[in-house]
């Protein structure tokens, strides 16, 4: 389980995080959505610690993450996979060395064994016969799936997404959606996913978190984020421009 | 009384400028502690295993095979042109003997590990630093990092490494080509003796200014990747947060390795 609360960060005047408190439960998909600016890829990054808070703390499993260093961080950090917004592909290696980069790096299976897993994964993305690939020559679409298989080739017990579906197009933005489904449903790993993908999203969701100017202001499940009385998540889920909030 | 609540906008002029001097200051003192950590911490993995050995190699191409013409080039130029003048200026005085000391000294103290670190400057650290701003930009360095990998151990050990191991080679290979070069137009175009002009050079240069030449070279083996590896590491935002620091990278390179080389041209005997 993941546990934040009171998480607060400020860019020097800005900020960012304003108390979030969050709870994710083992094995939900949780929903992330939010206006652009509002931090949410603040807090995905708090939750990978790769930012430390000004205050308050993300506990996995009981252990804040804020605190730990070395050993301890790289011992959490095994149990994630990640797949970033533009999939953070290492752009030297091909399709097939970059899903098998981090069983190469972090395990001691044999070039065979790491040859099947990677082939395997491949598969369950859609992406036969494209490991001897280029990572400049495919698509946005391939991209991602590529992301996914090397970001659950090491059989994470928690993936988190970083609008895993920005750019592409609504066939694809399902397909992918789908995907995530059908490899959650799988390996039953707990899903942290950030998206603006709405209403799409929600088919997928467990349980939806809107964050607002640093703030979680609604949680629930899909049905009741989209009948919630509150005026802002209203507007951000109709994508209405005239509301309480404004354009930036 | 004062009022406790005032402003920068209120506070007399000679206060703001000792503020804006003291913040001048921290931000400096903060950036050098932030540059020395960053050199503290890839020293540190150096001698942490395990060692990257196929990142080193693929460094030590990158950093001085792709370099190798480029310095070859340069160094016969270079002392094609030193011989040149050094030849033009020592026959006023009847001493044009010690062309080949002159040429080789000024290659092997001076010209060699300088311009070989700044030419290496400008071709593999200024493609490290795009690089690594590029992995940074596109999050594959946080990548690297998620995976309970360190991207020190994985980026900037290796460069610095190769730098060790590549500087003084390539260094060597512009001595050699700068004094042959200077060969060339001394004795081949210009008349004088090869016995002469290589019987001299073994004369008055020996060990002490190969070695000068060589600590420099490491020297400046370690700068390099250093500071390009620091700023690609630490780049700004987008496409010209890249072209920004791989700018500062070359410019603060090329200032360094000459503001090192006086140093150590005083200390070194």
Same mark, same amino acid.
């Given at each position: ?23 994710? /439960? ?160 799988? #390996? ?61 | ?33 932030? #540059? ?82 700044? #030419? ?45 191991? /590549? ?103």
């Amino acid at each position: 389980m993941i546990r934040v609360q009171g998480l607060r960060k400020v860019f020097g005047r800005q900020q960012v995080l304003r108390g979030v408190d969050l709870d994710v /439960a083992t094995g939900e998909i949780m929903i992330i959505i939010g206006r652009s600016g509002g931090g949410k890829s603040v807090l995905l990054k708090h939750l990978l610690r790769l930012l430390r808070p000004d205050a308050g703390a993300v506990l996995v499993d009981g252990t804040d993450i804020t605190r730990l260093r070395g050993e301890a961080l790289e011992a959490v950090r095994r149990r994630y996979g990640v797949v970033f917004q533009g999939g953070a592909l290492f752009d030297s290696m091909s399709v097939f060395d970059n899903v098998a980069f981090p069983l190469r790096e972090k395990t001691s299976l044999g070039a065979g064994d790491i040859a099947k897993r990677v082939e395997e994964k491949l598969a369950q993305v859609g992406l036969v016969d494209m490991g001897h690939k280029d990572t400049a020559e495919i698509s946005g679409g391939m991209r991602k799936r590529v992301a996914i298989a090397r970001a659950l080739v090491t059989e994470p017990e928690i993936v988190f997404f970083d609008e895993p579906t920005t750019g592409l197009d609504p066939i694809l933005v399902n397909t992918i959606h789908r995907l995530i489904q059908g490899l959650h449903r799988q #390996f039953r790993f707990t899903a942290v996913i950030v998206s603006h993908e709405i209403p799409e999203i929600f088919e997928i969701a467990d349980r939806v978190a809107m964050l607002h100017e640093g703030l979680i202001i609604e949680t629930g499940d899909a049905r009741s984020i989209q009948n919630s009385t509150n005026p802002i998540v209203q507007q951000f889920i109709h994508g209405a421009v005239e509301g309480v909030t404004h354009a930036a | 009384m004062t009022d406790e609540s005032a402003g920068p906008e209120t506070l007399p002029r000679p206060v703001r400028w000792v503020e804006a001097l003291g913040r001048g200051t921290l931000y400096l003192v903060e950036s050098f502690g932030r #540059f020395g950590n960053f050199l503290g911490q890839a020293a540190a993995l150096i001698f942490v295993p395990p060692l990257k050995v196929g990142r080193l190699v693929g460094r030590v191409y990158f950093i001085g095979f792709k370099s190798l013409t480029i310095v070859m080039l340069t160094g016969a130029f270079t002392g094609m042109a030193l011989g040149l003048q050094v030849f033009l200026t020592l026959q006023r005085v009847g001493s044009e003997a010690f062309v080949g000391p002159a040429v080789g000294i000024a290659l092997v103290r001076e010209l060699g590990p300088v311009l070989t670190a700044v #030419f290496v400057t400008g071709l593999a650290g200024s493609a490290l630093t795009a690089e690594l701003g590029i992995m940074r930009i596109t999050e594959q360095v946080d990548a690297l990092q998620v995976m309970a990998l360190n991207p020190m151990r994985y980026l900037v050990v290796p460069a610095i490494l190769a730098g060790l191991i /590549a500087f003084p080679l390539l260094t060597a290979i512009f001595d050699v080509t700068g004094i042959y070069g200077g060969y060339l137009v001394a004795v081949i175009l210009l008349g004088l003796s090869p016995g002469t002009y290589f019987g001299q050079m073994h004369a008055f240069a020996d060990m002490t200014d190969v070695m000068v030449g060589f600590w420099k070279s490491l020297c400046f083996g370690v700068l390099v990747p250093w500071v390009c590896t620091y700023k690609g590491f630490h780049c700004g935002h987008g496409a010209e947060g890249v072209a920004h620091a791989t700018t500062e990278a070359v410019v603060l390179s090329c200032v360094l390795i000459l503001v090192f080389n006086y140093f150590l041209g005083s200390v070194l005997p």
